[in-house]
């Protein structure tokens, strides 16, 4: 599987972005897929998830009720859409495939996508 992340760049706070991140390989039904994101110094977190079917969304408490995670398979795509940014939510975003069902597990995640750099200015 390949994952190629775009749609990062340099927000006000409030202001809303669109990641995506299209996926090549294999049958796009066949994973779930995840969204971390990454700060120097730090670990990669979890951010948000959906399950193969996108009928089931996980959630970092940080982003709930602010990112919208989505997957479109005519396109092989999964999106998260920011609304709402902080400065804090600055980070480098990565996309990642799982077989099998949706999980926060970082280390459950096969395939990575190369992280696209989103700043929130304060």
């Known amino acids: 599987v390949q994952l190629q992340a775009s749609g990062g760049g340099l927000v006000q706070a409030g202001g809303s972005l669109r990641l995506s991140c299209a996926a090549s390989g294999r049958t796009f039904s066949s994973y779930a897929m995840g969204w971390f994101r990454q700060t120097p110094g730090k670990e990669r977190e979890f951010v948000a998830a959906?399950?193969?079917?996108?009928?089931?969304?996980y959630y970092a408490d940080s982003v709930k009720g602010r990112f919208t995670v989505s997957r479109d398979s005519a396109k092989n795509t999964v999106y998260l859409q920011m609304n709402s940014l902080k400065p804090e939510d600055t980070a480098v975003y990565y996309c990642?495939?799982?077989?099998?069902?949706?999980?926060?597990?970082?280390?459950?995640?096969?395939?990575w996508g190369q992280g696209t750099l989103v700043t929130v200015s304060s």
């Open positions: 990642a495939v799982r077989y099998g069902g949706i999980s926060y597990d970082r280390s459950s995640y096969s395939y």
């Open positions: 959906t399950s193969k079917s996108g009928g089931s969304t």
